[in-house]
């Protein structure tokens, strides 16, 4: 769910900002300090009734926003707010009845940090400023999406936007959809795709996860170039160590699809000392050593990859095949025979697996 959820959970505990006077809604920068002023204390209620856009209630009870905001006081007491900073975004002409706020903060966790950005719109509400919350439509897309329902996805997001049209994760929303939705004409995916997300780039430039979509188009199409670019430009915008890693394996990936072996391994290298669990990054390497008639290194890789979590069906197969053939080079039957089996086991239909297994059977270890 794109770390959402996490991103919202820094909201919660975040240092009181303000006073207790009340707050004055006719200013919107107060409001959203406000707003964190009363997530700093676990008062969803008050938020809900208070802080909310009326047209945000019409998609989440307050039941559910409660729930989805409540988090056990023994996390919260590990967690402090130790620097942050509120950045407003130039009023829109076209939409004056709009505010945006950018929020940059630093927690400690216990003795680690963390840093988070995230982003408000607000709307005046006859005088008074308040809260858009479309995160519970944000999920039901996003499950919409996951479970291949890519029209009722797409029409959660916009409708998202007719509530939020600043919304740049909607728009990335609309985007992936179009990207994953195999059945719709080229032309008319290709355009979606990246009409979406370069409008979500320009509401949210330094948001990193906007990237990763029009990289992976990009890679789609074959101008590998232009997706090892903006996955760089992503890696300018990480906040944290941990998100350089899906794009330092994705970085290495498109350096190999171009056979720039060096560069591939320079980032799959940088991958494992981001994460040194990272089974892509393990296949990976084995599949640059492999590329190069390396079969010792590649095999050495490839059986540190099948000791780790499993990848998704599609690469696991790939896994279980290429160190199958790599083992066959190696002259190593058995082992052959048995992965090779293993992609089968996954995929019984796959042609060029039932080929090998035919191919390998003749295999006798010397």
């Known amino acids: ?88 975004f130039p009023v829109d002409v076209s939409y004056p009845s709009y505010r945006r706020f950018k929020i940059d903060e630093t927690i400690l ?40 329902d890519y029209s009722g996805a797409r029409k959660t997001a916009e409708k998202i936007i007719e509530i939020n049209p600043f919304d740049g994760t909607a728009y990335n929303e609309l985007a992936t959809c179009y990207y994953r939705d195999d059945a719709l004409p080229n032309y008319e995916r290709n355009n979606e795709i990246v009409k979406n997300i370069k ?4 509401l949210e430039e330094d948001n990193y996860n906007h990237y990763n979509i029009l990289a992976s188009y990009y890679s789609n199409i074959h101008e590998f170039e232009l997706a090892i670019q903006s996955r760089l430009n992503a890696l300018k915008y990480c906040l944290n160590e941990d998100d350089k890693l899906l794009f330092y ?64 069906n599609s690469l696991q197969c790939e896994l279980f095949a290429k160190y199958s053939l790599c083992c066959l080079k190696k002259e190593k039957c058995d082992k052959a025979k048995e992965y090779i089996n293993k992609a089968l086991i996954i995929d019984p239909s796959n042609e060029s697996y039932q080929l090998f297994y035919s191919v390998i059977q003749n295999c006798n270890n010397k």
């Open 1 to 88: 769910m794109r770390n959402r959820k996490l991103k919202l959970f820094t909201l919660a505990v975040t240092t009181v900002l303000l006073s207790c006077n009340r707050v004055n809604f006719s200013k919107p920068e107060e409001v959203v300090k406000g707003f964190k002023q009363y997530a700093s204390k676990d008062e969803n209620g008050k938020l809900y009734d208070e802080y909310l856009s009326s047209k945000s209630k019409e998609f989440v009870t307050k039941d559910e926003f409660i729930k989805d905001r409540m988090y056990e006081d023994s996390i919260l007491k590990n967690l402090k707010s130790i620097d942050e900073r509120i950045t407003e």
């Open 109 to 148: 966790v216990k003795k680690d940090t963390t840093k988070s950005r995230n982003y408000f719109t607000l709307i005046n509400e006859n005088g008074k400023w308040k809260i858009i919350w479309t995160e519970t439509l944000l999920e039901f897309a996003d499950q919409k999406s996951d479970n291949g």
């Open 199 to 202: 409008y979500a780039l320009t």
């Open 249 to 312: 394996e994705n970085i290495g990936s498109e350096y190999l699809d171009m056979n720039k072996f060096e560069g591939a391994e320079t980032y799959e290298k940088k991958a494992l000392a981001t994460d040194s669990s990272s089974t892509y990054a393990w296949f990976t390497l084995g599949v640059i050593m492999d590329s190069q008639d390396r079969f010792d290194d590649a095999m050495k890789y490839y059986e540190h990859a099948l000791l780790l979590p499993k990848l998704d």
